[in-house]
């Protein structure tokens, strides 16, 4: 493996393929990365060549969504945590609270996320508290909503805002990753 770091481009690269894969469990096709970084299929398919040639990814050449990230360093703060702590045992129907700040409330409410009205309407009437504004969900409600708010940070065009959702994300995925009503 080459000891060298990723250039600040084939690091984006090596994100986006990490996130996408332990967001949607499956890595991503070359056209997904075409989409998310705008340009053409050639030059995906030359930085795969070069993230595998210098030895921070390992693919099956021929068979689709086979990329697996081998660059150790790319983290995502909540996603990738080393064990799997005791979850504490809450009812099925019992509501957990998702801290939001105003932008957030307004990226949830304003973006292209497709989500359910109840989800919507909670999030409208958010409680104000000290910490932020909070919303109260289910264990089931925290999942669908956070599918919800990754495909669309998957789908984002726009930087920014994708990084927004991926960190709300990583609080529900903190959320469901602590708790459990089974």
Do not use: W
Request: hydrophobic fraction near 35%; glycine fraction near 4%; charged fraction near 25%.
């Amino acid at each position: 493996m080459d000891a060298k770091k990723p250039t600040p481009r084939q690091l984006e690269f090596l994100t986006f393929i990490a996130g996408y894969t332990l967001i949607l469990r499956v890595p991503p096709a070359e056209a997904d990365m075409q989409r998310h970084f705008q340009i053409s299929p050639p030059s995906v398919h030359q930085m795969i060549l070069t993230l595998e040639k210098r030895g921070f990814i390992s693919r099956i050449p021929g068979q689709a969504r086979s990329i697996t990230v081998l660059y150790p360093h790319v983290q995502f703060p909540g996603l990738n945590a080393p064990s799997n702590p005791p979850r504490k045992k809450i009812k099925p129907d019992e509501k957990l609270s998702l801290t939001l700040s105003k932008r957030e409330q307004q990226l949830l409410l304003d973006s292209d996320i497709c989500l359910p009205t109840e989800f919507e309407n909670r999030i409208r009437l958010a409680i104000v508290e000290k910490n932020g504004l909070s919303v109260s969900l289910t264990l089931d409600d925290l999942d669908e909503l956070g599918g919800c708010v990754a495909a669309a940070a998957n789908h984002a065009e726009i930087v920014k805002r994708q990084k927004e959702l991926y960190r709300i994300f990583s609080r529900i995925q903190e959320l469901l990753e602590t708790h459990t009503d089974e």
